[in-house]
């Protein structure tokens, strides 16, 4: 069922049924007012009666009967009875009326009392002169049954119409509401993988369409980011891949076309070398960044110490480029050494460490790189900077897709892999990196590591 007719059949029913609730309401009230009403008449009948038979001051009873044919109506099957009080009972069956005793107690007790047999109505009023006597006044109540009966007609077909016309409002309301809706199904349906740059139209607002539109936009614009991301790592990938492989088919072609001297085959055999294990290099980098940043599988993990990963990883920096300066700073460790414990991959980590390293080393030429290590609310912190050559204002926005080189590493040897890689094993371990430089100042980058908990890794 479409939402624009659930809508107007939920709108139709919350209708009806507060329809239903104060129709009942009013039935109820009306059917107990007009039996109120009927005992009203027969009382008064009652009352007449009494004054007829008993009080003849100033009128008489031709009088007293004349003023109730000309005001008071007959009621179907109506009749009265007038009886002495004393002994009731015995009078009461000599006119073949079986009512209940207590209906006779309570009129001499009150003054008044009522009983219903039925559609038939009995009132009894008590005649306090000398002696007493009781006025029973019966009639049959089919007023009230026209009267109900009409009022339910009136009812029902209220009714009706109230859910046929609730049921013409109800669609074009929700025609209404959903018109916002209708226009943004229109304009996604527009929006293809070749079309990625076109938006939904928002108004700024801050009610709920306007939210799902802004929403929309900004799911566009990540997916717009990831194509074009994914557009420019497969380009960026293929032209890293192919130059290696290109050296490669170039020296073996040279070397293949016709007899080479010892010498030459040993230099193209060199060549061939070096570029093999360039593109070793680029796709084991590419690999991990394949496993960190597509794949739905965390590694194992376990309990590790920060300052342990860190010193493997410097000593590993140290043993490719030997003249390196990696200085970890202690003065901020902390002295609690359960407060250095981290939950994760010792490999993942050691590589990431490396990365970062390896880049202070390198584009400091050979500057001294400082570490510092610390822990603060349940984290475990780790600083690099160095002082080298920075990365360009303009350009620090990009550090994180594959294969972007700043504008002013030309001279050094890269791949561009190293901090998107780095960034995806931090993230896969529940932390965060963040980055600041300054152009011919240096580099600072700050990890930040959830502090090994139990209950944290179990959820």
């Known amino acids: 069922m479409k939402i624009q007719y659930r809508i107007t059949l939920i709108f139709v029913l919350l209708t009806i049924g507060m329809m239903l609730v104060v129709t009942t309401i009013e039935y109820y009230f009306a059917n107990q007012d007009t039996f109120e009403d009927f005992y009203k008449r027969l009382e008064i009948r009652a009352v ?3 004054k007829i038979q008993f009080e003849e001051a100033g009128m008489t009873k031709s009088a007293f009967e004349d003023v109730r044919k000309q005001h008071l109506e007959k009621l179907p099957r109506e009749k009265e009875y007038i009886l002495p009080v004393k002994d009731i009972q015995q009078h009461l069956a000599e006119n073949g009326l079986k009512l209940p005793a207590s209906f006779v107690n309570e009129a001499i007790a009150k003054g008044t009392a009522r009983y219903r047999e039925g559609q038939l109505l009995y009132l009894a009023h008590l005649y306090r002169g000398s002696p007493q006597h009781i006025i029973i006044v019966s ?4 007023f009230s049954d026209t009267y109900l009966y009409n009022l339910r007609r009136v009812i029902i077909f209220t009714i009706l119409a109230v859910a046929i016309i609730s049921g013409i409002i109800g669609l074009w309301f929700s025609k209404v509401i959903l018109r916002p809706v209708s226009m943004l199904t229109r304009r996604m349906n527009e929006i293809s993988g070749t079309q990625l740059h076109l938006r939904l139209e928002s108004n700024g607002g801050t009610d709920e369409i306007s939210k799902l539109t802004d929403t929309f936009n900004d799911m566009l614009n990540r997916l717009e980011t990831t194509f074009e991301t994914q557009k420019n790592f497969i380009s960026n990938a293929s032209h890293e891949l192919n130059t290696p492989l290109t050296t490669i088919i170039g020296e073996s072609e040279f070397a293949l076309n016709k007899p080479r001297t010892q010498e030459q085959y040993q230099a193209s055999m060199n060549t061939i070398l070096a570029e093999a294990e360039r593109l070793r290099k680029i796709t084991g980098s590419l690999l991990h960044l394949a496993q960190t940043g597509y794949t739905t599988h965390s590694p194992e993990f376990e309990p590790l110490r920060a300052d342990e990963i860190l010193y493997i990883a410097k000593e590993t920096v140290e043993n490719i480029i030997p003249g390196c300066k990696i200085m970890i700073q202690m003065h901020l460790m902390p002295e609690d050494e ?10 993942l980590l050691e590589i990431a460490f490396v990365n970062l390293l390896l880049n202070g080393c390198k584009y400091s030429m050979n500057q001294p790189v400082s570490v510092t290590l ?3 609310n349940k984290k475990v912190i780790v600083i690099i900077e160095d002082k080298g050559i920075g990365i360009p204002a303009k350009e620090i926005q990009y550090i994180y897709e594959p294969f ?4 002013n590493t030309g001279k050094f ?3 561009g892999i190293g901090l998107p890689l780095t960034r995806n094993i931090i993230r896969i371990h529940h932390g965060e990196m963040d980055v600041s430089s300054e152009e011919n100042v240096g580099t600072r980058i700050k990890l930040t590591l959830p502090l090994y908990s139990v209950d944290m890794w179990e959820a």
């Open 374 to 376: 610390a822990a603060a």
């Open 404 to 407: 972007f080189r700043a504008s």
């Open 48 to 50: 007449i009666a009494s």
């Open 338 to 347: 359960s407060k250095l414990w981290i939950r994760g991959s010792s490999q």
């Open 139 to 142: 009639a049959s109540n089919e």
């Open 413 to 415: 040897n890269g791949y």
